[in-house]
């Protein structure tokens, strides 16, 4: 599911701090901040957190031990995170995907990631935004916030994972009014699955959706 994680790992445990002609910056042990309007290349730390300014640009943004946070209205290609959480703001543009392992993923909203939103552990929460290539996680509840509009479906997947092992709460899955979730809503392990009656969703695979009216399900 998260192709990258290896990968990231490895390239990231072996940085060494650095400032590249092209506004690379590597870090270990340490956090990195783009300015509010200001411009970077790629951004990788290991144990250190990311913020990313209000309307600035990074080529992307990727941490090991440590959370992320974009300001409203910045650009980025992509978000990676291992053991940390993703907070996106407001009218954000995401020109891949957005990746977590072990964290939480919201978005503001009018963000649009154009790619796949993906994380293992952790809920997810968008409010107004779009998602253009689908949403995957396994452990974590799923919110799809009122006007949100996620294409490509949705896929919870079974949990492997020794170390949850036992584990029975269920995710909630809730789809909120006038959201528009296109393609398949695929369930491979229990969830509770809640839809409001003015929402759009494609066809289920593995779940009963339970209709509610007004702003939220009953808890």
Request: no cysteine; net charge negative.
């Amino acid at each position: 599911m998260i192709r990258t994680t290896f990968a990231l790992l490895l390239a990231l445990g072996a940085a060494l701090p650095a400032f590249a002609d092209d506004g690379d910056i590597d870090k270990v042990n340490g956090s990195i901040q783009v300015a509010e309007g200001g411009s970077a290349g790629k951004l990788s730390t290991v144990n250190g957190g990311i913020h990313v300014g209000s309307n600035a640009h990074a080529r992307s943004a990727e941490t090991v031990n440590g959370g992320i946070e974009v300001g409203s209205g910045a650009t980025l290609d992509s978000l990676e995170t291992v053991n940390g959480g993703l907070r996106v703001g407001s009218q954000v543009h995401i020109a891949k995907g957005v990746t977590a392992v072990n964290g939480s993923i919201t978005l503001g909203e009018g963000t649009d990631v154009a790619g796949k939103l993906e994380n293992v552990n952790g809920g997810i929460k968008l409010d107004a935004a779009h998602v253009g290539g689908g949403i995957q996680t396994v452990n974590g509840d799923l919110t799809i916030g009122a006007n949100s509009r996620v294409e490509g479906g949705i896929f919870i997947d079974e949990n492997h994972s020794i170390f949850n092992w036992g584990t029975s709460r269920k995710p909630r899955i809730v789809i909120g009014p006038h959201a528009v979730v296109q393609g398949t809503l695929k369930f491979k392990r229990e969830v509770d699955l809640y839809v409001s009656d003015s929402a759009t969703i494609g066809p289920v695979e593995g779940a009963m959706p339970q209709k509610f009216s007004g702003d939220q399900p009953p808890q």
